[in-house]
């Protein structure tokens, strides 16, 4: 079992900065990757950015490249998520997720944090 706490989420004017924490507590021994994902009203669900635990690689939506940050604390088992110019469009549900070295996907979530970004 992994529990994920998610931390950061707020209001903030378009073209403002905010920042996502995710401290990871369990079985962090086998983490492959963490994830931010998004869910705006009405919309599915949608791929932010990931990172690699070992290593560091990231990857990010086309949406969200160049503005948004991506990182980890491997001390802390900690992911963080700077973002940027926000856009109005960056409105949604962040959710952080966790996929271990034994799996193909994110097998487990955070609950979720709001982020508005007013126009």
């Known amino acids: 079992q992994v529990q994920l706490v998610e931390s950061g989420g707020g209001l903030v004017q378009a073209g403002g900065s905010l920042r996502l924490s995710c401290a990871a507590s369990?079985?962090?021994?086998?983490?492959?990757?963490m994830g931010w994902f998004r869910q705006a009203p009405g919309k599915e669900r949608e791929f932010v950015a990931h990172?690699?635990?070992?290593?560091?690689?990231?990857y990010y939506a086309d949406s969200v490249k160049g503005r948004f940050t991506i990182s980890r604390d491997n001390a802390k088992n900690t992911v963080y998520l700077e973002m940027n110019s926000l856009k109005s469009e960056d409105t949604a549900v962040y959710y952080c997720?966790?996929?271990?070295?034994?799996?193909?996907?994110?097998?487990?979530w955070g609950q979720g944090t709001q982020v508005t970004v007013s126009s």
């Open positions: 997720a966790w996929r271990p070295i034994s799996s193909v996907s994110y097998d487990y």
């Open positions: 369990g079985r962090t021994f086998s983490t492959y990757a």
């Open positions: 990172i690699y635990w070992n290593g560091g690689s990231t």
